[in-house]
Each structure stands twice: as structure tokens, then as C-alpha cells.
Nanobody
């Protein structure tokens, strides 16, 4: 079955960097657009970044643009989110998602598969 497993979360000071990873199995990664979402306590899950399957075109939420970079390695079945200049408001559980259908890229319903999430905490 399809599994997405996130790793690399942790505690970092404001201004620091962290890279979270997503290991995919049970699917052909190159056939899927991949995305990162995040969810802070008491808030809805929100879009962070997306990388398309074929062109590797990327999209970012305005709140992370210029600080975060999404990338993929189809040969290794891995997706990454490099996070720089972290802020306390970036604190959340970060989720990896995979989808292969047309839809609004910012909506969770566009994605078919989800990981269990990894906690990122940014201290001030």
C-alpha cells in the first residue's frame, strides 16, 4: 500500500534552518505531484508548497516564499522541504501529500495520500 513517511522535524531557534523529508513507497513518485502542508494547533491545515510531477514547477504559499524550497528525487522516491530563516509562526506539524488529479493545488482534497506528519517547533 502507499506510504508517505515524514522525518527531520525538530526544535530550532528563530532564524535557523531545517530540512524535512518525505519517503514514499507503494507508488511511482514521478507520476504524482507532491506537496507539503502544515497544521498549527487550533488552525486548519494549510498549503505550504507543491512540486509538479513532470515539469517540476513549484508553488509556494506567500508566507514561505523566498524562505522555503521544495524539491524531489524521483530515483530515491524522496521529497524534501528546505526551510530557512524560520520564524515562530512556522511552528506546526508538517505533512507530505501526493496527488495525481486536477484540482485546486491549495486544497487538501486535491491530494490522495498523506503522511503522518512531523513536528517543527521554532523558538523565539
Amino acid at each position: 500500500q502507499v506510504q508517505l513517511v515524514e522525518s527531520g522535524g525538530g526544535l530550532v531557534q528563530a532564524g535557523g534552518s531545517l530540512r524535512v523529508s518525505c519517503a514514499a513507497s507503494g507508488l511511482t513518485l514521478s507520476s504524482y505531484a507532491m506537496a507539503w502542508f502544515r497544521q498549527a494547533p487550533g488552525r486548519e491545515r494549510e498549503f505550504v508548497a507543491r512540486i509538479n510531477r513532470s515539469t517540476s514547477t513549484t508553488y509556494y504559499a506567500d508566507s514561505v516564499k523566498g524562505r522555503f524550497t521544495i524539491s524531489r528525487d524521483n530515483a530515491k522516491n524522496m521529497v524534501y522541504l528546505q526551510m530557512n530563516s524560520l520564524k515562530p509562526e512556522d511552528t506546526a506539524v508538517y505533512y507530505c501529500a501526493a496527488g495525481d488529479r486536477v484540482g485546486n493545488i491549495y486544497y487538501t482534497s486535491t491530494y490522495d495520500y498523506w503522511g503522518q506528519g512531523t513536528q517543527v517547533t521554532v523558538s523565539s
